[in-house]
């Protein structure tokens, strides 16, 4: 399936920056152990080549993910983007069992900041541009990097049949929904403004909040249609 990246819109108008307090162990999600457990439980079977592709693009996808993170946290020396970007890792390496498991060619470069698909490279230097301009830029920068990843991987989810693939992206959908939910709590915390949903629907995104402090631990299942897609079509 071609794979192309929307262009990016989020708000340009934001709050002064003010003393900003976070709670490490609020967001240093443990992830390591449940994201092995779903690669160790899957059967292999033959992969589509919808399969294939959705495997090589959230390889990558992940990875800019982690290193917008580690960007932005160097830049901002928050402790949020440090922890969802150790767990990013974690879905990169889930992702890359499988590609193994499959023989596939891992697409992956290995600096920060450096893609195979162009269009992840150039989402990435717009992101790293908007993120840098205040914390509460970065903050919106996360919550749209979560929000194309939900949409993305809930995409893919439809268009796959194989145990491995499914297992492996719904581990990673529900890091997503905590991702999202870490990084809206900080926004409003931080400009004193509500977070709007830049890709979801209203409806989709305040079910998954919703949901999220239902639960406590950010594990949620929908069955809403969440909007237009993210990072790929």
């Known amino acids: 399936m071609k794979k192309t990246i929307l262009t990016i819109t989020i708000l340009t108008a934001m709050l002064g920056i003010f003393g900003f307090n976070t709670l490490e162990s609020v967001y ?3 992830e390591q152990s449940a994201v092995a457990q779903e690669v160790q439980e899957t059967i292999s079977t033959e992969l589509t080549q919808e399969e294939i592709d959705a495997l090589l693009f959230m390889r990558e996808e992940e990875k800019l993910a982690r290193d917008v993170y580690l960007t932005l946290y160097e830049k901002w020396d928050l ?15 889930a992702v890359k069992t499988l590609i193994d498991r499959y023989g596939l060619v891992d697409p992956m470069l290995g ?6 698909n162009q269009d992840l490279q150039s989402l990435f230097d717009d992101l790293i541009i908007k993120g840098s301009q205040s914390i509460s830029d970065a903050l919106l920068v996360g919550g749209a990097i979560e ?4 949409l993305d991987l809930q995409e893919s989810l439809k268009e796959t049949s194989n145990a491995d693939v499914t297992r492996v ?8 929904y905590s991702h999202l939910k870490a990084f809206v709590n900080n926004y409003n915390r931080q400009t004193g403004e509500t977070y709007k949903p830049q890709y979801m629907t209203q409806i ?3 079910e998954i909040i919703d949901q999220s402090n239902a639960n406590g631990n950010g ?5 809403t249609t969440m909007g237009r897609r993210g990072g790929r079509r």
């Open 219 to 223: 594990r949620f299942q929908s069955n």
């Open 147 to 150: 929000e194309i990843d939900i």
């Open 169 to 176: 992206f719904e581990s990673l959908l529900r890091g997503s």
């Open 79 to 93: 402790v949020l983007f440090n922890n969802i970007a150790r767990s990013e890792q974690r879905h990169m390496d």
């Open 111 to 116: 600096e920060v900041g450096e893609f195979t």
């Open 28 to 30: 240093a999600f443990n």
């Open 204 to 206: 989709a995104f305040d």
